[in-house]
Nanobody, 127 residues
Framework: QVQLVESGGGLVQPGGSLRLSCTASGFTLDLHAIGWFRQAPGKEREGVSCISSMGGSTYYPDSVKGRFTISRDNAKNTVYLQMNSLKPEDTAVYYC????????????????????WGQGTQVTVSS
């Protein structure tokens, strides 16, 4: 049974940093494309980063480019999202997701490309 678990969320002041983790059981993350998404109250879920299988390519929308970094630690079967220079508008529940294809050469900012989802972790940026 595939299970993704996010952790690392919390309350941080504007300008601060957080590192989110996405850990998997029953699933080898580095064989799959992984996406990070977020959903703020009253808003649609949006992609904030993704990484292809084996880490060959990454994607960031303009809203987080230069502030967020996605990475893998294959030994720990974990994908990270390092978030720096956080802004109040980054406040949301953050989810990681994995596609069900092996050795994806790219990754996707479309949530419908992902088959497996974690339960989410809350990130609140506020003074």
């Amino acid at each position: 049974q595939v299970q993704l678990v996010e952790s690392g969320g919390g309350l941080v002041q504007p300008g601060g940093s957080l590192r989110l983790s996405c850990t998997a059981s029953g699933f080898t993350l580095d064989l799959h494309a992984i996406g990070w998404f977020r959903q703020a109250p009253g808003k649609e879920r949006e992609g904030v980063s993704c990484i292809s299988s084996m880490g060959g390519s990454t994607y960031y929308p303009d809203s987080v480019k230069g502030r967020f970094t996605i990475s893998r630690d294959n030994a720990k079967n974990t994908v990270y999202l390092q978030m720096n220079s956080l802004k109040p508008e980054d406040t949301a529940v953050y989810y990681c997701a994995a596609d069900d294809s092996l050795y994806s050469s790219g990754c996707y900012d479309n949530e419908y490309e992902y088959a497996y989802w974690g339960q989410g972790t809350q990130v609140t940026v506020s003074s």
